[in-house]
């Protein structure tokens, strides 16, 4: 029986990097479909894959799959044979998912909100899924510290990706403070040549779009 087909629907300049990238590590073949925003991302064909109107999303056989921290889960859990995920029953699944939901949830909060200028109000902190940006960034240093060279020690998992990807796009952008932990992981990753190849891949794209 042949495998489910699997596409990818994406624009460069989006979190669909991030599923890019995973994809690539895979090493699976995927078609790509370029949406546009405010047009293409938001037309009623696309809206009936993903309601939201945004990218990315990956559609698997008859599966979709939206939001690119469970589109990397999902997808190291369709291709075992890639060894992106730590086997089912390993105590490394623990931390495997943990890392990888903490930069989906209170990570992401807190950046947005300090790059929107918001700031919780001292005592409020309880109210807020993470307490507050200083905590969650130095929860993330304190692990990142540890990586040898990676979250879960020599092997290279989805949440190395997810995480990895958070972090440099952060940095890169000032969200995210550059320290020499943060630096150091994802420099490791950049090594890889699956990173440097859905970069290309998304870079080129990027140029050609329409102004």
Not at 33 to 54: C, F, H, I
Request: hydrophobic content about 40%; aromatic content about 10%.
């Amino acid at each position: 029986m042949p495998s489910p087909s699997l596409t990818f629907y994406t624009h460069p300049q989006s979190r669909g990097r991030i599923v890019r990238w995973m994809l690539e590590e895979t090493g699976v073949p995927y078609e790509t479909v370029l949406l546009e925003y405010g047009t293409s991302m938001k037309a009623p064909g696309y809206r009936a894959v993903n309601p939201m109107g945004k990218v990315p999303t990956i559609r698997h056989g008859d599966v979709v799959i939206t939001e690119a921290a469970a589109i990397c889960a999902y997808l190291a859990d369709a291709f075992p044979a890639a060894e992106l995920a730590p086997e089912p029953g390993s105590p490394l699944r623990g931390p495997y998912y943990r890392w990888m939901f903490f930069v989906a949830g209170p990570l992401e909060a807190a950046t947005s909100n300090r790059a929107l200028g918001f700031v919780v109000p001292p005592g409020r902190e309880r109210m807020m899924g993470y307490g507050s940006y200083a905590e969650v960034i130095d929860a993330l240093d304190g692990v990142t510290s540890q990586a040898a060279p990676y979250l879960l020690g020599e092997q290279f998992t989805a949440a190395d990706v997810y995480v990895g990807s958070h972090l440099a796009f952060g940095m890169q952008f000032g969200t995210i403070e550059k320290r020499p932990a943060f630096v150091s992981y994802c420099e490791a990753l950049d090594a890889r040549p699956a990173r440097r190849q859905a970069r290309q891949i998304d870079d080129a794209l990027a140029a050609a779009a329409p102004r």
